[in-house]
């Protein structure tokens, strides 16, 4: 599940390896390790992928299923303008 979710996360955002692995100071070969789910990082790493590409540890894991959107510092009228982009997004999508 972690390999997965590092490969979609590093996708969605168009990195590639070499990109993804720069942004943490990892080698490609570790980036490749996770996502084949040969190795893990250690926690410290897990921590600081969470930490740079804003989504949860419990969501890297596999313990949870969705990924959070930190709004903090937006007003209410720009959360509800996100929450009607959110709620368009899944129209298409069905």
Do not use: C
């Not at 979710?5 to 570790?30: D, H, M, P």
């Not at 007003?75 to 709620?87: D, P, R, V």
Request: proline share 1%; charged share 25%.
């Amino acid at each position: 599940m972690f390999g997965e979710r590092i490969k979609a996360l590093r996708l969605s955002l168009g990195l590639n390896q070499v990109e993804f692995g720069k942004s943490l100071n990892v080698t490609k070969q570790s980036v490749s390790n996770w996502e084949n789910e040969n190795i893990l990082p250690s926690i410290d790493m897990l921590t600081k992928i969470a930490t740079l590409y804003s989504v949860s540890a419990d969501y890297l894991l596999g313990l949870q299923d969705f990924r959070s959107v930190d709004v903090r510092g937006l007003t209410n009228e720009q959360i509800a303008h996100l929450q009607l982009l959110i709620n368009d997004l899944r129209k298409t999508k069905e």
